[in-house]
């Protein structure tokens, strides 16, 4: 399996990514190991997830909420 996450940094962005290990992958970024974006913006707070069985369909889901407006991404996580 593999996630497609949104994590709240200290500033309150959104930060859109994947993985195969969503507990491993919020460790890596809350302990400022993560991607270059994360890093200067602890803490961090995981606000959405979705499971995806393929890396394809991680990736393009990916890219999907990337392309979203901040508002959409909330609507997202608020199941709006």
């Given at each position: 399996?593999?996630?497609v996450?949104?994590?709240?940094?200290?500033?309150?962005?959104?930060?859109?990514?994947?993985?195969?290990?969503?507990?491993?992958?919020?460790?890596?970024?809350?302990?400022?190991?993560?991607?270059?974006?994360?890093?200067?913006?602890?803490?961090?707070?995981?606000?959405?997830?979705?499971?995806?069985?393929?890396?394809?369909?991680?990736?393009?889901?990916?890219?999907?909420?990337?392309?979203?407006?901040?508002?959409?991404?909330?609507?997202?996580?608020?199941?709006?």
């Amino acid at each position: 399996m593999f996630f497609v996450y949104i994590i709240q940094c200290n500033d309150r962005t959104l930060y859109t990514g994947i993985t195969n290990d969503i507990e491993k992958r919020l460790k890596v970024h809350s302990s400022g190991k993560g991607a270059k974006y994360t890093r200067r913006r602890l803490p961090i707070k995981l606000l959405y997830k979705e499971e995806h069985r393929t890396k394809s369909d991680a990736l393009k889901r990916e890219l999907e909420i990337k392309g979203m407006s901040r508002k959409e991404k909330i609507g997202l996580i608020f199941g709006e």
